[in-house]
């Protein structure tokens, strides 16, 4: 079933939509929570939730690009309940050492997420990410935005991990000096 008709059984209140969205994307959305939750019923939990906030937002909001609408849902659901149950404590976990890598980015700030909700910020931010090459870019948002570990992503571009330590390094390098001549930091 193509995204458009999925869509639109939402349009029509058809409870069949959750089931064909879950059908074509529940292993795609599963996968974003548990690379942030590293915990399958949490993850599991996150998904339903997913379902349920995509059938309360459409209509009337009609998405463009019903994947990556999922997956900014279930990502911040996941964010969410990540924050709650680690508040007190930064884990060893991924998500710990995602966060970490992007305050060397954003100095002064105690919460990225914050930032992320600044419009202007986020537009910077987004046209960044859209000016750098294509592999740059794409392992740039597997680790901030899919919350991928190095492992994965150094198997997934046949890469070394230091490789991949490297180049994330050098574009948050980037990512910050861009931030900083816009006057996003001093």
């Known amino acids: 079933m193509t995204d458009e008709e999925i869509i639109q059984l939402f349009f029509q209140r058809n409870e069949v939509a959750i089931k064909e969205t879950n059908k074509k994307y529940g292993q795609y959305c599963f996968k974003i929570a548990n690379n942030i939750l590293n915990n399958k019923e949490d993850s599991e939990e996150c998904l339903n939730d997913t379902w349920m906030k995509a059938w309360d937002s459409i209509p009337p909001t009609k998405p463009r690009h019903f994947n990556l609408f999922l997956a900014k849902i279930v990502r911040n659901l996941s964010f969410n309940k990540y924050k709650s149950k680690h508040t007190n404590k930064r884990g060893n976990g991924e998500i710990a050492l ?11 700030q ?9 419009e202007e910020l986020q537009t910077t931010i987004n046209e960044f990410v859209r000016g750098l090459p294509e592999k740059e870019r794409n392992v740039f948002i597997r680790r901030y935005f899919y919350s991928e570990s190095i492992k994965e992503i150094s198997k997934r571009y046949h890469k070394s991990e230091n490789n991949v330590r490297v180049m994330l390094n050098r574009t948050r390098k980037k990512l910050k000096a861009k931030l900083e001549k816009e006057g996003y930091l001093s």
């Open 98 to 108: 995602v966060l970490d890598e992007l305050e060397e980015c954003i100095a002064g």
């Open 110 to 118: 105690s919460d990225v997420e914050k930032i992320y909700i600044a």
